[in-house]
């Protein structure tokens, strides 16, 4: 069973810089499908960014040019640098994976969960 132990949340205000790290129980998910999702009070869950098996990414519309995530495959860790942060971007946000490989993700794959890390933006 993979584990995500997240960190790095905290308290920022607008137009700052925040980075999210992943580390994952074992070497054998750095070729996995992995993502960052948040969740706002009220909302639904949501996906942020993912990277594939080829270290291809995506992002959610609202965080294109701002966020970037990457991946560390010798420290087990996955990334999620956030800039020019908004207060929209106020959530708790989750460390997720694949657990079946796959070459390319899908928002729906993914079936392994961090407990959360919480992200505060005030303007």
């Known amino acids: 069973q993979v584990q995500l132990v997240e960190s790095g949340g905290g308290s920022v205000q607008s137009g700052g810089s925040l980075r999210l790290s992943c580390v994952v129980s074992t070497y054998t998910y750095n070729s996995h499908c992995m993502g960052w999702f948040r969740q706002a009070i009220g909302k639904e869950r949501e996906g942020v960014a993912r990277i594939d098996s080829e270290d291809s990414t995506e992002y959610a519309d609202s965080v294109k040019g701002r966020f970037t995530i990457s991946r560390d495959a010798f420290k087990n860790t996955v990334y999620l640098q956030m800039n020019s942060l908004k207060p929209e971007d106020t959530a708790m946000y989750y460390c997720?994976?694949?657990?079946?490989?796959?070459?390319?993700?899908?928002?729906?794959?993914?079936?392994?969960w961090g407990q959360g890390t919480l992200v505060t933006v005030s303007s």
């Open positions: 997720a994976a694949d657990r079946f490989w796959s070459r390319t993700c899908r928002w729906g794959s993914f079936d392994a």
